[in-house]
């Protein structure tokens, strides 16, 4: 599995913006499909994006459909999660996430992802 380190998380003011980054090791990161999860205390994991192998399909929770962004590249071996327009309801600990698979790249389970890195707070003032 590949390992993944997070990057750029955070305190904002709501309708402000941030950049995650997620670095992963190893040279066949092309081959995992990339998403991001977050997750506030009590509640379950929600999906917040994917990212197909080459990073030409992306697919987004409707929470965050039209503010948020997933990019990659794989020359760094790295994926990207661009928010915009932050809302408090933002508020919680983001997660990368990897899986190494083939076909389906449109996964929004978290049980589905093989490795995770290791989750950074982001926090939206009102």
């Known amino acids: 599995q590949v390992q993944l380190v997070e990057s750029g998380g955070g305190l904002v003011q709501a309708g402000g913006s941030l950049r995650r980054s997620c670095a992963a090791s190893?040279?066949?990161?092309?081959?995992?499909?990339m998403g991001w999860f977050r997750q506030t205390p009590g509640k379950e994991r929600e999906f917040v994006a994917v990212?197909?192998?080459?990073?030409?399909?992306?697919y987004y929770g409707d929470s965050v459909k039209g503010r948020f962004t997933i990019s990659r590249d794989n020359a760094k071996n790295t994926v990207y999660l661009q928010m915009n327009s932050l809302k408090p309801e933002d508020t919680a600990v983001y997660y990368c996430?990897?899986?190494?698979?083939?076909?389906?790249?449109?996964?929004?389970?978290?049980?589905?992802?093989?490795?995770w890195g290791q989750g950074t707070q982001v926090t939206v003032s009102s």
């Open positions: 996430a990897a899986d190494q698979r083939r076909g389906d790249w449109k996964i929004r389970r978290p049980d589905a992802f093989g490795s």
């Open positions: 190893g040279r066949t990161f092309s081959s995992y499909i």
């Open positions: 990212i197909s192998w080459g990073g030409s399909s992306t």
